[in-house]
């Protein structure tokens, strides 16, 4: 029987367009349930698509400041967030969600 060989899958290959990453975010929180450690991730991986250096700079950020903050062992703080967002070329919006009461 033959082996089968894998390699790693890394996200940040597939993300090439601001449409990509945009879609690849939303459905990130979609999943993410409330876990801003989940966001922080899927910040980090589209950051690294982009180019981490190019992010820090954008954002104000060490290099190795913002790898802490999106590495998703830790919920980065909202202010670093949006740095990362408009560094990224990314917005937040809000939606108005049913509630049953």
Same mark, same amino acid.
Do not use: W
């Given at each position: 029987? !033959? $082996?089968t060989?894998?390699t790693r899958?890394?996200? @940040?290959?597939?993300? #090439?367009?601001?449409e990509?990453? %945009?879609?690849y975010?939303?459905?990130?929180f979609?999943?993410a349930h409330g876990?801003a450690?989940?966001?922080?991730?899927?910040?980090g991986?589209?950051?690294? !698509? $982009?180019?981490?250096?190019?992010?820090a700079r954008? @954002?104000?950020?060490? #290099?190795?400041?913002?790898?802490? %903050?999106?590495?998703?062992?830790?919920s980065?703080?909202?202010?670093?967030?949006?740095k990362?967002?408009g560094?990224?070329g990314?917005?937040?919006?809000a939606? !108005?969600?049913?509630?049953?009461?």
């Open positions: 029987m !033959a $082996k060989i894998t899958y890394d996200v @940040a290959e597939h993300l #090439r367009t601001p990509e990453m %945009a879609a975010l939303e459905a990130c979609e999943e876990d450690a989940f966001i922080a991730k899927a910040l991986d589209i950051a690294r !698509a $982009k180019g981490m250096s190019q992010v954008d @954002a104000g950020l060490s #290099r190795e400041s913002l790898y802490k %903050a999106l590495s998703g062992e830790r980065p703080t909202f202010d670093t967030i949006l990362v967002m560094a990224l990314l917005k937040l919006h939606e !108005a969600v049913q509630v049953n009461r």
